[in-house]
């Protein structure tokens, strides 16, 4: 089975809103459409945190502010793919203009109670708002 670590942050800027992003249909058609966080798959060989804001800037366009906080581990299964990805989830600050890449085609800045209700939604983000992590 092949493993992968990816890695996810959870951003708000100093209004105190969090940025959610659309993921890209005709990119990521197995996947589909749906609301989630700024992140993606670490390059063997670099840091965690080095990798995060390679994929946030990518991304986003966004610079991470400050030393961002790990929250959540998650386990995502793939056994059709024979894959076992483990996600880690950040929270984090980062302010500016936001410019996609072609990953995704939509963004929000939003309240916590907005964010919370957002569908579709990532199924493993989901999971840590139900938590309450954030």
Do not use: C
């Given at each position: ?10 951003l ?6 969090y ?49 961002p ?17 483990v ?11 936001v410019?996609l ?11 916590l ?11 493993y ?10």
């Amino acid at each position: 089975m092949d493993l992968q670590v990816g890695v996810k942050i959870v951003l708000k800027n100093r209004e105190g809103e969090y940025l959610v992003v659309f993921r890209s249909v005709i990119k990521y058609p197995e996947v589909g459409g749906k609301w989630e966080i700024a992140g993606g798959r670490i390059e063997p060989g670099t840091l965690l945190l080095e990798n995060l804001k390679r994929e946030v800037k990518e991304e986003t366009g966004l610079d991470i502010e400050g030393e961002p906080k790990l929250i959540a581990a998650q386990d995502i299964l793939r056994p059709t793919k024979n894959r076992h990805i483990v996600r880690l989830t950040y929270t984090g600050e980062a302010n500016g203009e936001v410019v996609l890449s072609d990953e995704h085609t939509d963004f929000k800045w939003l309240s916590l109670e907005e964010f919370s209700q957002l569908e579709p939604m990532d199924k493993y983000l989901k999971e840590i708002l139900d938590k309450n992590l954030i």
